[in-house]
């Protein structure tokens, strides 16, 4: 099993590949290109992990001051670039969702209820089971999710179970 690492972290893109998508999709959806807009991507792009709005508009606040990125540009952005499949989402129901790049090495994860720690993993049985499992059913799998929720061993440490 691959835990997350660098294999699953990075894109599978150049930069430069992603952004004249980006550039398109924005002309397909009749949006200017923007530096504030470039800035959410590259950001996206170059820093693994996964993100509330409001955690990757702070991140842009720090690195890009300058560019007053507003926070409901970071919201309308997330929101394009996940209808086109280049950002992907967990949601947490009523705390809102947390947003990765979603061109990165096929990968699940595993999910801590308490503080919201995300970690990615790959397991080669866990893929090959949920074929079969397809094909059982008479599926022909298009793409799937794995999310494991439970206590990650900070908070179990810390008595929060």
């Not at 061109?103 to 595993?110: C, L, S, Y």
């Not at 209820?113 to 893929?127: P, V, Y």
């Amino acid at each position: 099993m691959k835990h997350g690492n660098d294999t699953l972290n990075a894109p599978l893109i150049p930069y430069e590949t992603l952004l004249s998508q980006f550039k398109q999709l924005l002309r397909s959806n009749n949006l200017k290109f923007t530096k504030q807009r470039e800035v959410i991507l590259y950001t996206l792009y170059t820093h693994a992990g996964h993100f509330t709005p409001e955690e990757l508009y702070q991140l842009i606040k720090k690195e890009s001051p300058e560019l007053n990125t507003g926070i409901a540009t970071v919201y309308r952005t997330l929101s394009l670039l996940e209808n086109a499949g280049i950002v992907t989402s967990i949601s947490f129901g009523t705390q809102g969702k947390k947003y990765e790049l979603g061109i990165k090495a096929h990968h699940d994860h595993i999910i801590c209820t308490n503080c919201g720690k995300i970690l990615e993993f790959f397991d080669e049985a866990i893929e090959k089971k949920q074929e079969r499992i397809a094909k059982e059913f008479g599926f022909i799998m298009k793409d799937h999710s794995l999310k494991i929720f439970g206590i990650c061993p900070e908070c179990q440490k810390e008595g929060k179970s």
